[in-house]
């Protein structure tokens, strides 16, 4: 990608100016959270949904466990999400453990909830350890999924994609091709895995250019509240965690608000580097809690549309 002498003064001005500034009504996010499993996590994710509901993201998604393991949970709270919100919900749907009729009738049961938007993913094996293998009679990945969905319903379609190269793929090229197939097959945009620099981010976009990929593709934002937590879901899908972050999460262990206070102002600096090159959309993974995702916004600009109040998380 080239970047013209204006693009360059327009990303100066950005970085210098204070975090919020400029990007009011200008920047667009969504949410991430996942289905309860007892009754206290259910409260949390309502008191959460209703926190940033005023906040007018574009979509909220909600996960979906392997092997279908938070099946019926997951549809109960996409279900409840488009019934009681204002919210567009999205239903995450993978193609694990389950033949293509048993995933093609959820995904009807979706459209009958009027949820029109299903975050499509191939998914995890079940089996911690084991490789991934395609169930007999199911769909053999996310691409095929995509294309299975979009002979259903005119679904809107959110799919992974991997700045840093999913575990699976041999090398990045393979990595694009899949990616490629997926917009090819009838995918909206891609929501990329977590990452924690900025260069990430801008050489990805790039690549999938050079690749011939021109569909929309969102950052996904994790803030870091617990460190060795992250280090570890990073390792399993392939995520840079840079030297000094290690640094600066260290000592922190007993001291929880100091962690939040850090991790919001991070992943705001993330983000604020983003949009100096160009990036609106943000994409959150918020654990199921609100006053960190809330803050972040709130320093990026975004506010609670006027007449809508947000409920104390």
């Not at 260290?250 to 991790?263: S, T, V």
Request: aromatic share 8%; glycine share 6%.
């Amino acid at each position: 990608m080239t970047i013209s002498v204006s693009q360059l003064e327009e990303a100066r001005r950005a970085l210098d100016a204070p975090l919020f500034a400029d990007l009011a009504g200008d920047a667009a996010v969504s949410f991430e959270f996942f289905p309860p499993k007892t009754e206290k996590m259910e409260e949390t994710l309502w008191e959460s949904v209703k926190t940033l509901e005023p906040l007018g993201p574009r979509f909220v998604s909600v996960t979906y466990g392997a092997g279908g393991s938070t099946r019926e949970r997951t549809h109960a709270t996409v279900a409840r999400i488009q019934r009681e919100t204002s919210l567009s919900a999205a239903a995450h749907l993978t193609c694990v453990e389950a033949t293509k009729d048993e995933i093609d009738d959820v995904a009807r049961e979706y459209w009958a909830a009027g949820v029109r938007h299903i975050v499509a993913l191939r998914g995890d094996s079940p089996t911690s350890g084991q490789a991934y293998a395609q169930h007999p009679g199911g769909y053999e990945n996310a691409a095929a999924l995509v294309a299975g969905l979009s002979r259903l319903h005119p679904f809107e379609i959110s799919v992974a994609a991997y700045p840093e190269c999913h575990p699976d793929s041999p090398h990045a090229a393979h990595d694009l091709d899949n990616l490629k197939r997926k917009f090819d097959n009838g995918a909206t945009r891609g929501i990329t895995q977590f990452f924690f620099q900025p260069e990430t981010f801008f050489r990805f976009r790039d690549a999938m250019a050079k690749a011939g990929i021109d569909g929309e593709v969102v950052p996904g934002i994790m803030p870091v509240t617990n460190f060795a937590s992250v280090k570890r879901m990073a390792a399993m899908c392939n995520t840079d965690v840079p030297a000094w972050m290690a640094r600066l999460f260290e000592g922190l262990d007993d001291l929880p608000a100091a962690r939040q206070l850090i991790a919001a102002t991070l992943a705001a600096e993330l983000c604020r580097k983003l949009y100096a090159g160009g990036v609106k959309e943000f994409h959150f993974y918020t654990l199921n809690r609100a006053e960190l995702t809330y803050a972040i916004c709130h320093m990026l600009g975004v506010r609670a549309q006027a007449g809508v109040k947000a409920e104390a998380a």
